[in-house]
């Protein structure tokens, strides 16, 4: 840590009160300053909560606080202990498409973007002191090797322990970990669906808690079924373009964020007559996909915004665009093995390793446009698909306005089934995880929305809300800062201003 990051979180710790001048004054002078919180709370200066509150308000995240946690160790098997030990990260939950990641240095992004990379999940990361997350680092991972199932730590909530089926009498061992009572046998694994938590044990600072609680997800645009279902938005922007309409052709959405390999694409199959689209990042691609209905995608396994892995999953898990034909082409070497699983999990048809010959490319396309797969869906097929995922939404909509929340979920759900790239399905199913209170479930719905439609008011809006009640308040500040350009009205905009106010 450079001394004008200390000097930052030193004025978080003056303002909240954690401690004083002079003790603040002796840890800086110190070695070590990218340990000041924990070092700080180890000396008894502060308390571990204070910590980090400090923490979370320099960083943007929540903070998680170690000692609470009840961590399956079999998640460990994401990351090698080697990369948790070098980047100080450990895995504290994992639930379906979602990695909850402990940090001791949130900045490091690109470890991030590696890890939702290899993994295929959306990583959302927490700070935890640096002296706590190395000590639990190396108790979670040597219980592992011994083939424990979990590891507690000292303050794990009892309720926590009930759950997963452990009992903890008294001291654990050494560090704070233990699995079970000393002598006991280790504790049968829970059933399938069962989760340590439900969700990280998080100290989230007091000033974005105040307004998260201020906030409430709102349901008035809910129900809003008078437009189209799935605007398509931004396609005229920087990264968007297309050859000519061939005669004879096919068309085929090439995804890359390298100009040249693009260009080189563009160029070998527009000679073979096709009409090329052309994306550079993921949000895109899904919107280029739902505008034009591409008869083959070629797309980059590493993009911005979206993972090429993720769009495969999209695209191939739908009733409306599953039978298109993806061709995944990656800089990342994994060889035939990984192609082979690559296939499996997102569904794609090749997969190309790049650097790649053209040969190679030409082989894969007129492979997948001469299998029949490609063949072009009846314009009456389209629109039956179409007019089955509008229905799902009524039928969600009305279930709601019922008081049958759970059934109008399920309605929503078969929507996005049939039609992954309805914005409006994953709208209203992100406003009725919100108002279940499943806050990330909620923000992976309204995110694939914006993604979609990045011009809808109400889903920037409810998804700042639901950053704010998750704590992640440099995220929140973002998308009010985009509600605010986005705002209907003088008086929305006020108070959106308002709200960044009280957040910043």
Not at 458 to 477: C, D, E, H, S, T
Request: hydrophobic share 40%; aromatic share 4%.
């Amino acid at each position: 840590m450079t001394d004008a990051p200390k000097k930052q979180l030193g004025r978080i710790l003056l303002q909240q009160r954690a401690l004083t001048a002079e003790q603040l004054e002796r840890a800086l002078g110190e070695k070590g300053g990218g340990r000041l919180a924990s070092r700080l709370a180890e000396q008894g200066a502060i308390t571990d909560v204070a910590a980090l509150k400090a923490l979370s308000e320099q960083h943007g995240i929540p903070g998680i606080d170690l000692s609470q946690l009840c961590l399956r160790l079999e998640d460990l098997d994401l990351l090698p202990r080697e990369i948790a030990e070098k980047h100080l990260i450990l895995p504290v939950l994992v639930r379906d498409d979602r990695l909850f990641l402990a940090m001791a240095n949130p900045r490091e992004t690109k470890v991030i973007d590696e890890l939702e990379f290899v993994t295929g999940k959306k990583v959302y990361p927490y700070i935890a002191l640096e002296a706590a997350l190395e000590a639990v680092i190396e108790a979670a991972y040597a219980l592992k090797v011994r083939g424990e199932a979990y590891f507690v730590g000292p303050r794990c909530p009892p309720e926590v322990l009930r759950k997963v089926g452990l009992a903890v009498e008294g001291e654990g061992e050494e560090g704070g970990a233990s699995t079970a009572p000393a002598g006991a046998e280790p504790a049968e694994a829970p059933v399938a669906d069962a989760r340590p938590l439900e969700e990280p044990g998080v100290v989230v600072d007091d000033a974005v808690g105040r307004v998260s609680r201020a906030d409430e997800v709102e349901d008035s645009d809910f129900g809003d079924t008078s437009r189209e279902l799935s605007v398509v938005s931004d396609l005229s922007g920087a990264g968007a373009s297309s050859s000519p309409t061939a005669t004879t052709g096919r068309t085929i959405l090439v995804v890359d964020d390298e100009p040249d390999i693009r260009r080189m694409l563009k160029r070998l199959l527009t000679s073979r007559g096709h009409r090329v689209l052309e994306a550079d990042r993921g949000m895109l691609a899904l919107r280029m996909v739902k505008e034009h209905s591409p008869d083959l995608i070629v797309l980059d396994a590493m993009l911005p915004e979206v993972h090429g892995f993720d769009i495969a999953r999209r695209i191939k898990g739908s009733q409306r665009y599953g039978k298109t034909p993806i061709i995944m082409v990656s800089a990342v070497y994994r060889g035939w093995r990984y192609a082979e699983d690559l296939k499996q999990s997102c569904g794609v048809d090749h997969y190309i390793e790049k650097p790649f010959k053209i040969a190679e490319v030409l082989q894969a396309v007129e492979a997948c446009l001469a299998s029949g797969v490609a063949a072009a869906a009846p314009e009456s097929a389209a629109a039956d698909v179409s007019g089955d995922a509008e229905a799902a939404l009524n039928a969600g909509v009305a279930a709601y306005k019922a008081g049958r929340i759970d059934e109008a979920v399920g309605h929503l759900q078969r929507g996005i089934g049939i039609d992954p790239l309805a914005y409006r399905l994953h709208f209203h199913l992100g406003l009725l995880y919100g108002k279940k209170g499943q806050v990330f479930e909620a923000i992976r719905e309204l995110e694939t929305a914006v993604e979609i439609n990045s011009g809808h008011f109400p889903a920037v809006k409810n998804l700042a809300i639901l950053y704010q009640k998750a704590g992640f308040r440099n995220k929140a500040a973002e998308a009010w800062e985009r509600a605010l350009k986005l705002a209907p009205d003088d008086e929305t905009r006020q108070s959106i201003r308002q709200h960044l106010l009280d957040l910043l």
